[in-house]
């Protein structure tokens, strides 16, 4: 399994009021996510944050920029993408604390962050200096809210955690996998790759086939996937963050199945 780099943030936010004056008219509805205090999409009416797609002026390649605003107006956050198809990170990124000083910042190289990865205390005091080179740390330091460096290093990113760990994840999956009537005419067999999202509650959430076979596999394997139970959220700097997971799904065709496709009945 394996956990995509959150922190293109899920941005954020601006109350309904605010929301109605600062993005007349130039914003298309499709362009505006409402977001509740745990970054899970809500409707306008229960907003906490609100996550706007800045236009690019209708160039398809130039970067297209992803802003969050506090229900006051004020930016939590700003995610570069490479442009408004390719939703992968490239450029800087940056969040802040509602006193509007800065929280986070660092630089993403085709998805990956290279470069300096900054945090910030919310008095302005460094909290982390890290250095990657495209998603692989070169060393870190973590401070503490006192300076003091903190020993050992302090990863900035946990992944979400299932309840008994991978294995526990696996055999939940197995138990809950069936297949498919429909697949058996065809004898069909091979890997679904499903993506879902761990919310930062810790629910599971927005499951959709990221790499499928045909659509009764397909279906078989977000059915199996729907039914987990709740994770231990990821981290970002020590805050609950939803992350993006991957799992591959395998499915063999019943021996008998196949061994009469063989014989042509």
Do not use: W
Not at 39 to 44: A, E, G, I, K, T
Not at 203 to 213: A, F, K, M, S, T
């Amino acid at each position: 399994m394996k956990a995509l780099l959150p922190f293109a943030l899920s941005l954020a936010a601006l109350g309904a009021q605010a929301q109605q004056s600062v993005l007349t008219p130039c914003i298309d509805d499709s362009m505006v996510l409402y977001l509740d205090e745990d970054l899970v999409q809500v409707p306008m009416a229960k907003a906490y944050y609100t996550q706007v797609l800045k236009p690019t002026n209708g160039a398809p390649k130039a970067p297209a920029v992803t802003l969050t605003f506090f229900p006051d107006g004020q930016l939590y956050s700003e995610v570069t993408y490479a442009n408004n198809t390719r939703r992968v990170q490239q450029g800087p990124a940056r969040s802040f604390y509602p006193n509007g000083l800065l929280r986070l910042s660092y630089t993403a190289d085709d998805g990956q962050t290279d470069g300096y990865l900054r945090t910030y205390y919310p008095d302005g005091s460094p909290k982390r200096n890290d250095l990657y080179d495209h998603g692989r740390l070169i060393k870190g330091q973590y401070f503490a809210p006192d300076g003091q460096l903190v020993e050992p290093h302090v990863p900035f990113r946990q992944d979400p955690a299932f309840p008994g760990g991978n294995e526990a994840l696996v055999a939940h999956l197995s138990n809950h996998l069936r297949y498919p009537s429909g697949a058996l005419r065809d004898a069909a067999e091979g890997q679904v790759l499903v993506a879902f999202t761990v919310t930062a509650r810790g629910n599971v959430d927005e499951v959709r086939v990221q790499q499928g076979i045909n659509p009764d596999l397909d279906a078989a394997a977000v059915a199996a996937v729907r039914t987990l139970p709740a994770f231990t959220p990821g981290r970002a700097d020590g805050e609950r963050i939803p992350v993006t997971m991957l799992v591959p799904i395998s499915f063999k065709a019943p021996g008998a199945v196949k061994a009469l496709r063989r014989l042509g009945l």
